[in-house]
């Protein structure tokens, strides 16, 4: 688990978050023992130790861990971690994501792009694979390829091939 920060993206966004809390505990944690073995190295030398002196094996690493691997999250910070990133119990909501840290804003061309370079969607209440289907798909991609002419990012600009 504690192997990399959170820097990924689309689906592994909810572990980051969820994760963020489990890095942030051993590191509080891991600062606590240091103070705790550079005071006990003071106390048996008698010469000051600073924490930054202090470098951990993986006993004490194991140790850390053992002392916050039992209360470092509950189960609403899992569920906001996933909330977070729009996933319910039962479904997206990309309404509840906050957007304010976002480095494209939701009104910035790659945003605007990305109405348009999504997939195309199936007409409703029509059946599958019928004439008055492919019809209507037709004319979707009739009006997603007009958008595209109309769009003045080039594709390779907002980071799509």
Not at 35 to 57: M, N
Not at 116 to 126: C, D, H, L, R, T
Request: aromatic content about 10%; charged content about 30%.
């Amino acid at each position: 688990m504690y192997v990399e920060r959170s820097n990924s993206s689309q689906f592994l966004q909810a572990l980051d978050q969820f994760n963020k809390k489990f890095h942030n505990q051993y590191n509080k944690a891991k600062k606590n023992y240091k103070k705790e073995k550079a005071s006990q190295l003071t106390q048996e030398t008698g010469k000051p130790h600073s924490t930054g002196d202090i470098k951990l094996s993986k006993v004490e690493f194991l140790i850390i861990f053992s002392r916050i691997s039992m209360d470092w999250s509950t189960a609403e910070d899992r569920r906001t971690a996933f909330r977070v990133v729009g996933l319910l119990q039962n479904a997206m909501a990309p309404s509840e994501i906050d957007r304010k840290a976002f480095i494209v804003q939701p009104n910035s061309p790659k945003a605007q792009s990305e109405l348009v370079f999504g997939p195309v969607a199936s007409p409703e209440n029509v059946r599958k694979d019928s004439a008055q289907y492919w019809k209507a798909k037709f004319y979707a991609c009739d009006e997603r390829r007009k958008a595209l002419e109309q769009l003045h990012v080039r594709p390779k600009q907002i980071g799509l091939r």
